[in-house]
């Protein structure tokens, strides 16, 4: 079946059958719901069908759990891995709605159930968690403005590339064990070593000096660099 012909009325007899064979009597179009399955005296079952993912289909379905808590969306499969990650992030996103998550597949009316309601139960994780304060505490002054885009943020870890620059400015080529303690920057050598901007060049062993990559850095960053200078980070303890 075409992807431009599915209708929302193709999921339904798939959809019904599933819980039919569950032991369900099903009955579409019951007040506002698309689909209502009863068994016994069990919580009724609402399933509300669409082609795919929208925010209205979420907020039809949040409106029935004034009816029931267990409710489920029913989206058409997609080929292809745009829509696989797509069901990921919907699966994230019901879990913590405490809706279920169905997929049919109209051309043979495979059904999979991806997750049931289910009350959402929040885990932390602990290593992003110190991640993003790491990140924060690191990070000298609001360089950034909120919504702007991923790429070329100042981050700590930009900032820390920024302090070497402006000390091989100031010093020339240097042993990286210097550029480590005149900075404050502990891993001051893996990150000229690895050289994420292009902004080193290594000139001998453990030496590092600015790249041309680097000299034009020193003008595009000219501000940034200014900022740090005026709120240095501690300065390491000389080797022994």
């Known amino acids: 079946m075409a992807a431009s012909k599915i209708r929302e009325t193709d999921l ?17 179009e019951i007040g506002a719901a698309d689909v209502v399955a009863v068994r016994d005296d069990e919580e009724p079952v609402v399933v509300e069908l669409k082609i ?14 004034a009816v029931t808590n267990s409710v489920y969306v029913a989206v058409a499969h997609r080929p292809g891995r745009p829509f696989l990650n797509s069901v990921r992030a919907n699966t994230r996103l019901c879990r913590r709605l405490g ?3 169905i997929t049919v597949r109209p051309r043979d009316g495979h059904v999979k159930i991806h997750c049931d309601p289910a009350p959402y139960r929040p885990r932390v994780s602990a290593r992003k968690k110190g991640r993003l304060l790491k990140e924060f505490a690191k990070r000298v002054g609001d360089p950034n403005t909120g919504g702007a885009v991923r790429q070329g943020l100042m981050t700590a870890y930009r900032q820390d590339a920024l302090r070497c620059l402006a000390l091989l400015l100031d010093q020339g080529p240097t042993k990286a064990a210097e550029v480590a303690r005149a900075t404050g920057v502990e891993k001051a050598r893996r990150l000229m070593a690895d050289n994420h901007y292009g ?17 034009r850095a020193l003008s595009e ?20």
């Open 12 to 28: 339904y007899a798939p959809v019904k059958a599933l819980l039919e064979g569950q032991g369900y009597e099903v009955k579409s």
């Open 52 to 65: 795919g993912f929208s925010l209205a289909l979420f907020h039809q379905a949040i409106d029935r759990q």
């Open 99 to 101: 809706l279920g998550l």
């Open 199 to 215: 902004w080193f060049d290594r000139v001998g062993t453990g030496i590092y000096h600015l790249s041309p990559a680097g000299q």
């Open 221 to 240: 960053y000219a501000a940034d660099i200014k900022n740090l200078a005026a709120n240095p980070a501690p300065a390491l303890p000389p080797e022994t």
